[in-house]
Nanobody, 126 residues
Framework: QVQLAESGGGLVQAGGSLRLSCAASGRTISSYVMGWFRQTPGKEREFVAG????????YYANSVKGRFTVSRDNAKGTVYLQMNSLKPEDTAVYYC???????????????????WGQGTQVTVSP
C-alpha cells in the first residue's frame, strides 16, 4: 500500500506562485507514474500534470502548460507541482495520485490511478 499526503496549498493572489508537495509512505513510488489532478465542486476530477518514474517525461493539461512544472525526487519519495502565474480559475482541491502498473504511459484518466492523497486546497483571488 502507498499513502500519499499533499501539502503546500493555500490562498494566493492572481499572478502568484505556490509549490505543492506530495509525500509518499508505505511503499516506494520510485517506479510509479505520478499524476496531479484538481477538482472543484460539481465538476469531475481533472488531470493537471503527470511525470514518469525517472522524471524525464512529463505531460501537462493545456490549461496549465507553460505555468506549472511537475518534478520528483525519488530519493525523498516526493513529487512536486510548481505553480506560477496562478489564475482564479486554478482554484480547486489538488490531489496527487500514483499509477502502479510499472508502465511508461502517463495517463490522464483518474481511474487509471491506484492511490490518492487527501487533497490540498488552492485558492487564487482576483
Amino acid at each position: 500500500q502507498v499513502q500519499l499526503a499533499e501539502s503546500g496549498g493555500g490562498l494566493v493572489q492572481a499572478g502568484g506562485s505556490l509549490r505543492l508537495s506530495c509525500a509518499a509512505s508505505g511503499r516506494t513510488i520510485s517506479s510509479y507514474v505520478m499524476g496531479w489532478f484538481r477538482q472543484t465542486p460539481g465538476k469531475e476530477r481533472e488531470f493537471v500534470a503527470g511525470i514518469n518514474w525517472s522524471g524525464r517525461s512529463t505531460y501537462y493539461a493545456n490549461s496549465v502548460k507553460g505555468r506549472f512544472t511537475v518534478s520528483r525526487d525519488n530519493a525523498k519519495g516526493t513529487v512536486y507541482l510548481q505553480m506560477n502565474s496562478l489564475k482564479p480559475e486554478d482554484t480547486a482541491v489538488y490531489y496527487c495520485a500514483a499509477e502502479s502498473s510499472l508502465g511508461t504511459n502517463i495517463y490522464r484518466a483518474p481511474n487509471e490511478y491506484d492511490y490518492w492523497g487527501q487533497g490540498t486546497q488552492v485558492t487564487v483571488s482576483p
